[in-house]
């Protein structure tokens, strides 16, 4: 279970309050995979940090009685002056889990080589991203994140993120954010669109794609 109580988000802009959530209230059940939809700067992406952790609210509280996972890909947790290794280790180390594990998980899939040494830092966006997919993948957690991203780099590695994240599936639950509808059907069983600094949860995919159609019409 996931709960938003009361929850509000907001930035200061010029000097200008811009509020994302204001006084959100839902619940979000375990056995039960979300999408969220909104229109450009409805504040998916916020959603889905504060969901995580990444962020905090500013009012408000967030209840997880659940392993949720950070947004899938997400590489601004890793420390650049740190190298992948060092990353992986310190990762583990606060989700409880053996590094040695989770460092031969993420050496295989990644295939950083001789990189996994050097600091995070000197890496393209493609070698974070495959590192940070990785790491999201070796550790275990009831409830993945999803901002868009369901695999990165070329053909052939988009295919072992695929088969990896139908793995992780088959124990897990995800909250997905997609502008695609069939990903939102494929993946999800029920849906929450934001709007107006509200988040209405609908409990059929398809009664949330129409909705979320009107707002786009």
């Not at 899938?72 to 180390?93: A, Q, T």
């Not at 993120?161 to 069983?189: D, G, K, P, V, W």
């Not at 849906?191 to 979320?212: P, T």
Request: hydrophobic share 40%; aromatic share 10%.
């Amino acid at each position: 279970m996931i709960r938003f109580e009361n929850v509000s988000k907001f930035y200061s802009v010029y000097g200008k309050r811009r509020i994302i959530l204001d006084r959100v209230n839902f619940t979000l059940r375990p056995e039960i995979s979300y999408g969220i939809m909104g229109i450009n700067g409805a504040g998916k992406s916020t959603t889905l940090r504060l969901l995580a952790g990444v962020e905090e609210a500013s009012r408000g509280r967030i209840i997880r009685g659940q392993r949720v996972s950070w947004p899938i890909g997400f590489s601004g947790g890793f420390n650049p002056k740190m190298s992948g290794r060092d990353n992986l280790i310190f990762v583990s180390r606060i989700y409880g889990e053996d590094p040695r594990q989770v460092l031969e998980f993420v050496e295989d899939f990644a295939e950083l080589g001789v990189y996994m040494d050097m600091p995070v830092g000197t890496y393209s966006s493609g070698m974070s991203a495959r590192l940070a997919f990785g790491v999201s993948m070796a550790i275990p957690f009831d409830t993945y994140l999803i901002d868009e991203t369901l695999a990165v780099g070329d053909a052939r590695m988009q295919k072992r993120c695929q088969e990896l994240f139908e793995m992780r599936r088959a124990t897990a639950n995800i909250i997905l954010i997609s502008h695609s509808m069939e990903q939102i059907r494929t993946y999800c069983s029920q849906a929450i669109i934001l709007v107006n600094g509200q988040a209405v949860v609908y409990d059929k995919v398809d009664e949330a794609i129409s909705a979320y159609r009107r707002l786009n019409g």
